[in-house]
């Protein structure tokens, strides 16, 4: 994948021109007449931030159209911070017209439209609700399936209330011409979750998979094999990711998204996750013959042809779409440079030790295990992966390679801004955080 300086400007602008749109939509044509500075900006800082939390449906890493340009995770980290944003900005809207005129309190005054009051005041928990839980789920005891439940629902629910909102006051939005235009964006946008929760399980109904082994790497790291039924199966690039659901049908909460660790040639298809959280920690009870089904592939976390060669900085599972590459290019006879930066806390936690050490005799290959506490007698490097270590093992002609970063956060955050000091560009350098729930 490379990424395109032209190809980032013009998503960029068709987002900006998307939000701003609703703002457009506000003002072309009959308007009403101009009131105070803190209420038209109220009411301007409303229509934005409507047109953001709108986007959201579209910024959610699962438009495989999208994801190659920035990346995933660049995609998904942006989904994060416009979240905020437009959380901002959509309780800015009444603060402001209160502030203005204290008269707009009737809108949430009951005695005076009790529908809409109780509308308007259920927005406000919501949109905590859904920064609070986005932000801070683990610490609020919130698991994966019931928090992506409730961010669907509380999302629909908060667009909604904005689109009946907008058209309810009429100010900007009276005529029946803005108004169709108004609902059938929102209704589009909003149908992005209900394609993504009840068609594309649909879809994927037609296509099962079945489990074919579960191969225990570590005590608590499985691998979990699938091979299609009565159909050719997915093909994908290694690196990519899928959503997995594991059960007799697709229609379930437990959804998950892991990159392929198999190769590209394989026949089978192949998953690895360590147990850290409610989903992985059954991977080892899963039974063979258990039906499965996939939906993807995702991402653009993948090697270019013309590349010189790939250099991958991983921490923990997040070596999976490493092995995924490294074995595709074993299969292709691939003899570019490849070179592993693997981080674990012990050497009991290396993954795919003796396979590593196999890849390293049958291409060209260099594995630099980073271990955190070692034992005595280690002979690698130790402690955090930082920029002195990757200055002292990377190879001289290291401007040349793709740079595949992916694990926790902390390892991410700090390993970017290491190859940037040490002369790597931007498009060089791809990174997914890789945190399975």
Known sequence: MKYSLGRVAVW????????????????????????????????ALGFVGIGILAMQFV???????????????????????????????????????IISDPDYLQFFDPRVNLPRSVALVAVVPALVMLLVTSLWRERVGLNYEWWRATHGVLSLAVVFIGMVHGIQV????????????????????MYLVVHARIIRPGLMKRRPYRVVDVREELEDTHTLVLEPVGHSGMRFTAGQYAWITVGDSPYSWQQHPFSFSSSEHDDTISFTAKELGDFTATWG????????????????????????????????????????????????????PAMLFYGN??????????????????????????????????QGESGLMDREMLDRDLPDDRDKFEYFICGPEPMTDAVEPA????????????TERFEIV
């Open 419 to 430: 190859l940037r000091e040490l002369g790597m560009s931007w498009r060089q350098i791809y």
């Open 12 to 43: 960029l602008v068709v987002y900006v021109a998307s939000v701003l749109g609703f703002l457009l939509l506000a003002v072309v044509g009959p308007v009403p007449e101009p009131r105070p500075f803190l209420s038209e900006l109220g009411v």
């Open 285 to 336: 009870d899963i039974p063979i013959g258990q039906t499965a089904f996939l939906e993807g592939p995702y991402g653009g976390f993948t090697l270019d042809a013309d590349s010189a060669g790939p250099v991958f900085i991983v921490g923990g599972i997040g070596v999976t779409p490493a092995m995924s590459i490294l074995r595709t290019m074993r299969d292709r006879g691939d003899e570019r």
């Open 170 to 189: 009429g100010a900007y939005l009276g005529e029946l011409w803005k108004q169709a235009i108004w609902t059938a964006v929102l209704l589009g946008a």
């Open 59 to 97: 910024t959610t890493g699962r438009f495989r159209v999208i994801a190659p340009v920035f990346g995933a995770d660049v995609v998904l980290q942006f989904h994060r911070q416009a979240g905020i944003v437009g959380f901002a900005l959509v309780l800015a809207h009444p603060v402001l017209l």
């Open 345 to 378: 806390p012990t050497v009991d936690d290396i993954v795919f030790e003796d396979e590593l050490r196999q890849l390293e005799q049958d291409m060209n290959l260099t594995v630099v295990h980073v271990v955190e506490d070692p034992p005595d007698d280690w």
